[in-house]
T-cell receptor, first 116, second 116 residues
Framework: DVKVTQSSRYLVKRTGEKVFLECVQD?????MFWYRQDPGLGLRLIYF???????EKGDIPEGYSVSREKKERFSLILESASTNQTSMYLC???????????????FGPGTRLTVT | AQKITQTQPGMFVQEKEAVTLDCTYD???????LFWYKQPSSGEMIFLIY??????QNATEGRYSLNFQKARKSANLVISASQLGDSAMYFC?????????????FGAGTRLFVKA
């Protein structure tokens, strides 16, 4: 059974703290993604990675960084958490191939982060 | 710039009737893939259906079909014979090639309510 796991379901942090969100997949997928989900805005892509140590900015990378040292693990880092980063964070992974392949994304359960 | 547009924040449908959820997209690439995902209140993301930009026929998966109109850049999801369990958020997504790999971006979603 395919699995994407995220380190925490719920997290409460203080403004200015450095926050690490971890995502692990066991499907040997090349691609991994971080999204945040906010009501009325859908899922917005923060960063994605197509290989170990390779990353690319998504649509809203400001205030975030990522790390992918191993194929199965993709970390999202909030360098200095702010209240506007309170959100649901979703990690996903997928196979590569070409853009035309129907390789859907597999999602983790999400981490609901609250920054106070 | 918004690349995936879902104009219906909420939709109601009577049980056993069909419903169409709208999705329009914007890309200049000739090669891309379109996806629909379902997110029940439990929060997990469930892949429903895929359409490639070069596919000649509309995709179908059980009660789900994708009305793909390439010239209009629309990819509407049709759910036939709605069931109470279809009540959920539905997201349209597009996968396109980037400099290093492929990214998938999502629309804001449509919340579907199925009435008994």
């Amino acid at each position: 059974d395919v699995k994407v796991t995220q380190s925490s379901r719920y997290l409460v942090k203080r403004t200015g703290e450095k926050v690490f969100l971890e995502c692990v997949q066991d499907m040997d997928h090349e691609n991994m993604f971080w999204y945040r989900q906010d009501p009325g805005l859908g899922l917005r892509l923060i960063y994605f990675s197509y290989d170990v140590k390779m990353k690319e900015k998504g649509d809203i990378p400001e205030g975030y960084s990522v790390s992918r040292e191993k194929k199965e693990r993709f970390s999202l880092i909030l360098e200095s958490a702010s209240t506007n980063q309170t959100s649901m964070y979703l990690c996903a992974s997928s196979l590569t191939g070409t853009v035309m392949y129907s390789y859907e994304q597999y999602f983790g359960p999400g981490t609901r982060l609250t920054v106070t | 710039a918004q690349k995936i547009t879902q104009t219906q924040p909420g939709m109601f449908v009577q049980e056993k009737e069909a419903v169409t959820l709208d999705c329009t997209y914007d890309t200049s690439d000739p090669s891309y893939g379109l996806f629909w995902y379902k997110q029940p209140s439990s929060g997990e993301m469930i892949f429903l259906i895929y359409q490639g930009s070069y596919d000649q026929q509309n995709a179908t998966e059980g009660r789900y079909s994708l009305n793909f109109q390439k010239a209009r850049k629309s990819a509407n999801l049709v759910i036939s014979a709605s069931q109470l369990g279809d009540s959920a958020m539905y997201f349209c997504a597009m996968r396109e090639e980037t400099t290093g790999g492929f990214k998938t971006i999502f629309g804001a979603g449509t919340r579907l309510f199925v009435k008994a």
